[in-house]
């Protein structure tokens, strides 16, 4: 059982930076790939970034390439989200997921509570 708990969230203005981190317990987290969810109201969950279990393979949504850079430390077991030049679309709960997945479409086996992340204009 791995368990997921993220932190970073806040308010920022438009432009600005925040870094979301996702502590994870359980000695597997190494062989997991990690991603970053987004859920704004009213609108569907979005998967925002992935990062395979080496760090060599990486994801990012259309609308963060550029923005947005995932990073994992596999000795601190954490999980990264670096989010510059942050827009008032940018606000939502992040979730920090985890699973031993094969490809990006499947669904991770574990998800931390979240954290919000607000843009203000």
């Known amino acids: 059982q791995v368990q997921l708990v993220e932190s970073g969230g806040g308010l920022v203005q438009a432009g600005g930076s925040l870094r979301l981190s996702c502590a994870a317990s359980g000695r597997a987290f190494s062989s997991y790939a990690m991603g970053w969810f987004r859920q704004a109201p009213g609108k569907e969950r979005e998967f925002v970034a992935g990062?395979?279990?080496?760090?060599?393979?990486?994801y990012y949504v259309d609308s963060v390439k550029g923005r947005f850079t995932i990073s994992r430390d596999n000795v601190k077991n954490t999980v990264y989200l670096q989010m510059n030049s942050l827009k008032p679309e940018d606000t939502a709960v992040y979730y920090c997921a985890g699973g031993q997945i094969a490809t990006w479409d499947d669904e991770f086996d574990y998800w931390g509570q979240g954290t919000q992340v607000t843009v203000s204009a």
């Open positions: 990062i395979s279990w080496s760090g060599g393979n990486l």
